[in-house]
């Protein structure tokens, strides 16, 4: 089983930055993909940056050139870099990772983050 802790939420103003991260601890072989995800009251959760075990990056449209996922394998932590934030950045972010444990495979969840920009 893997365990994930989120921290670096918080308020901002509008144009300010936040750094998210996400420690990942139990009996870890590997981690292949790491993404981030973020769900505003009243929608559904969206994907908002991810990296694959060969730092291969993804991006929708709407965080392009603002946000930076990255990852350190040697602390199974993957971190999100927000920077010019916008108040429609507004959200609970949650991170997710595709593990490779002694006891099998696992796709999981933080706990989640909430992220409030102010205009």
């Known amino acids: 089983q893997v365990q994930l802790v989120e921290s670096g939420g918080g308020l901002v103003q509008a144009g300010g930055s936040l750094r998210l991260s996400c420690a990942a601890s139990g009996s870890i072989f590997r981690i292949t993909s790491m993404a981030w995800y973020r769900q505003a009251p009243g929608k559904q959760r969206e994907l908002v940056a991810s990296i694959t075990s060969g730092s291969s990056t993804n991006y929708p449209d709407s965080v392009t050139g603002r946000f930076t996922i990255s990852r350190d394998n040697a602390k199974n932590t993957v971190y999100l870099q927000m920077n010019n934030l916008k108040p429609e950045d507004t959200a609970v972010y949650y991170c997710?990772?595709?593990?490779?444990?002694?006891?099998?495979?696992?796709?999981?969840w933080g706990q989640g983050t909430q992220v409030t920009v102010s205009s």
């Open positions: 997710n990772i595709f593990a490779i444990t002694r006891l099998g495979a696992f796709d999981s």
